[in-house]
């Protein structure tokens, strides 16, 4: 059972375009949801992340829409740069949970 | 910003013997966690540790897996004996405390089963 989930699973910008890159789930007690971005060979780095209370997070180039009724939110990257081009995954947890369920990842690439 | 290290990156082992994986925290962290991950998929959680006790651990944490830090050590994951569908990438990650906190995470551990 695939609690959380992404799409598209790749996506193609040009520089200075914005990526949107979706994010669904299924628990009704997460409550809070990192993005994470993860370069070839590295661990997944925290980008953003944002708590079911607020329906907007914006830090820099980076934000996310919340919409809690519908359980969907979205990372928005503003002004695509070639060095956004990267894995990221949505993830989710419950504020009494410790684990993070990860959702397979978008693929972004930016082209200049 | 704070750093788990993991060692090795890579390694390489006949099926049917041991591994073990190290993985060293962020120094203040009291949280602990492994994750699996396979070429192309997703993350996977396997198991969490607090206070010298497994809190969690999912379908994928076999029997043949266990963890330990034995007295503020390396946090380590060990698999015996290993299996050809153990190849992955291993990510060990850290945290203050639970829930809505930032969740550091290694740069990962390849291994590759044989």
């Known amino acids: 059972q695939q609690q959380v989930r992404q799409s598209p699973q790749s996506l193609t910008v040009w520089e200075g375009e914005t990526a949107i890159l979706n994010c669904s789930y299924e628990?009704?007690?997460?409550?809070?949801f990192p993005w994470y971005q993860q370069f070839p060979g590295e661990g997944p780095a925290l980008l953003i992340s944002?708590?079911?209370?607020?329906d907007k997070k914006e830090d820099g180039r980076f934000t996310i829409f919340f919409n809690k009724r519908e359980k969907k939110l979205s990372l928005h990257i503003a002004d695509s740069q070639p060095g956004d081009s990267a894995t990221y995954f949505c993830a989710a947890n419950g504020s009494s949970g410790n684990k993070l369920i990860f959702g397979i990842g978008t693929l972004l690439s930016v082209k200049p | 910003g704070p750093k788990v290290l993991q060692i090795p990156s890579h390694q390489i082992i006949d099926m049917g013997q041991m591994v073990t994986l190290n993985c060293d925290p962020v120094?203040?962290?009291?949280?602990f966690y492994w994750y699996k991950q396979i070429l192309g998929q997703q993350m996977e959680f396997l198991v969490n540790?607090?206070?010298?006790?497994?809190?969690?651990k999912s379908k994928l944490f076999k029997d043949q897996f266990s963890v330990e830090r034995p007295d503020g050590s390396y946090f380590t994951l060990k698999i015996q004996p290993t299996a050809l569908e153990d190849s992955a990438v291993y990510f060990c990650?850290?945290?203050?405390?639970?829930?809505?906190?930032?969740?550091?995470f290694g740069k990962g551990t390849r291994l590759t089963v044989v």
């Open positions: 990650a850290s945290s203050l405390s639970q829930g809505g906190t930032e969740v550091f």
């Open positions: 628990n009704s007690a997460f409550d809070y």
């Open positions: 944002i708590l079911s209370v607020s």
């Open positions: 540790f607090y206070n010298g006790k497994v809190m969690e």
């Open positions: 120094s203040n962290h009291l949280y």
